[in-house]
């Protein structure tokens, strides 16, 4: 019988890009890697992936064939991990919800499961509780879009209740704006109204044992990509006093177990952390860590073991990471970015390395050349 201790599940319904450096993390800590998804998906192609668990690319199908995997061979995992946002809102979606209970990242209560449901009321709860955040307001039709507006003042941005990578996401400077927006609204589910901050957009990159911080650090998102609301192609380390008491104060409403990450503001002219969403799935930087003296690989294998929390030293690099700033490098015309990206890029994994350049020069090269023919008079 396979040693549980030992063996990790990744579900993935989509390729999203960070993805494909989690079965090498996980392997270094000690960890057999099943990987259910596409054979499409970058991350397949990782020679620390074990096993391949085949399904459709997509998130509902990821979630059913997970739910159909698990019913047999839950008993084999010591973790598994939704590795995408629409994939962990698939599951959580998926009835009825029994199928989650003893592996789910966080308590499967009404409560807990509302919380990660929704980043409304992840804000909502996390005001309540005390931690900063900046100025919103919930509405749930235009009146009431238009009063909290007149509250928290212009500019703002306009939230769903779920989103990723900048999608449910409009940045609005004026009433004429609004109304555009407005007009293309249905108001099924609640949207949240929030004050824009002028600062550096941080986010942390984490692993709580339910609740507890075992290892995480600090970094500013630089040079997103494709759009200034997606993630960094470019991580900027740093320290701030608050971070400390936030990750934990995330980690003591959510209880959640995993690696997760934090995303916040640091505001300009006050220097205070502001909390604008959990992600309650990995994100892309954890490789990172060994750059500020942290090592989640270690940290996932002590799991459970009662190991000191794992905290960052004060470094501030800027590390592009492969293969997110090739993107932005050709689409800045930066050939210094290029070739320092290349030095992230994990190269005893040839096939991934050569999966990354194929979609490169196959799917974005190509459309990139036609926008710019296209600017061309």
Known sequence: MPDARHRVLLIAGI?????????????????????????????????????????????HAAARAAREHLAVH???????VLADEPTFWAALDLSPRDWLEGWFPVPVTPESLLRQGSKLQFLQDSRDAGIG?????????AEELRAAIEKVGLPVYIKAS?????????????????EGHISAMSFQEPVVAQQEIVGDTVSVSVLYEH???????????????PNRFASASSVEFFSHPDAPEIVRQVGELTQFHGLAGIDLMLEECTGKLLLLEFNPRPTPAYYLGWHVGVDFSRALRDCGSGAPQQTPNDRHDVVPMFPQSLYHAWSTADPVLFARTLADAPWEETNLVAAHFRRFMTHFMPESVKTVLKRKP
């Open 15 to 59: 390729d999203a890009v960070g993805i494909a450096r989690l079965p090498s993390l996980f392997a270094r800590g000690g960890y057999t890697v099943d990987l259910l998804a596409s054979a499409a998906i970058a991350a397949s192609k990782s020679s620390y992936v074990s096993k391949l668990l085949p399904c459709a690319k997509d998130p």
């Open 74 to 80: 839950r008993h084999e995992y010591r973790m598994i």
């Open 133 to 141: 955040t900046p100025r919103f307001e919930v509405c749930r039709d």
């Open 162 to 178: 779920r989103g990723l990578s900048g999608s449910g996401v409009f940045f609005t400077a004026s009433f004429a704006e609004l």
């Open 211 to 225: 609740g507890r911080p075992v290892c995480w650090f600090l970094y500013k998102m630089r040079n997103m990509w």
